[in-house]
């Protein structure tokens, strides 16, 4: 089993930066796929980034991509995403979560195993 953890989220105005962070505990992510997701009022849940379980491989939704980035530190066992540029339209309740499946980092929500709780990120104009 493993507990996820969101933090970092918060008020900021359009063209600031966040970095929201995601702990882990219970077992290690080492081997896990890490994912971000947000949902925003209304809104169905959206795919954001990912990460493979070495962090050499990445992807990211074309809403986000060139503005975000995610990372990870196994030997913390956390993940991040630096969120830089923001936009009002990228106000949502961000979840991360973990993929136990070997292979090709998964952009769908179904693929996921284990959820966080979610951190509110706000973006003023």
């Known amino acids: 089993q493993v507990q996820l953890v969101e933090s970092g989220g918060g008020l900021v105005q359009a063209g600031g930066s966040l970095r929201l962070s995601c702990a882990a505990s219970?077992?290690?992510?080492?081997?896990?796929?890490m994912g971000w997701f947000r949902q925003a009022p209304g809104k169905e849940r959206e795919f954001v980034a990912v990460?493979?379980?070495?962090?050499?491989?990445?992807y990211y939704a074309d809403s986000v991509k060139g503005r975000f980035t995610i990372s990870r530190d196994n030997a913390k066992n956390t993940v991040y995403l630096q969120m830089n540029s923001l936009k009002s339209e990228d106000t949502a309740v961000y979840y991360c979560?973990?993929?136990?499946?070997?292979?090709?980092?998964?952009?769908?929500?179904?693929?996921?195993?284990?959820w966080g709780q979610g951190t509110q990120v706000t973006v003023s104009s």
């Open positions: 990460i493979n379980w070495s962090g050499s491989l990445t």
């Open positions: 219970g077992r290690t992510l080492m081997s896990y796929v």
């Open positions: 979560a973990a993929d136990r499946r070997v292979g090709v980092p998964a952009t769908g929500a179904t693929y996921y195993d284990y």
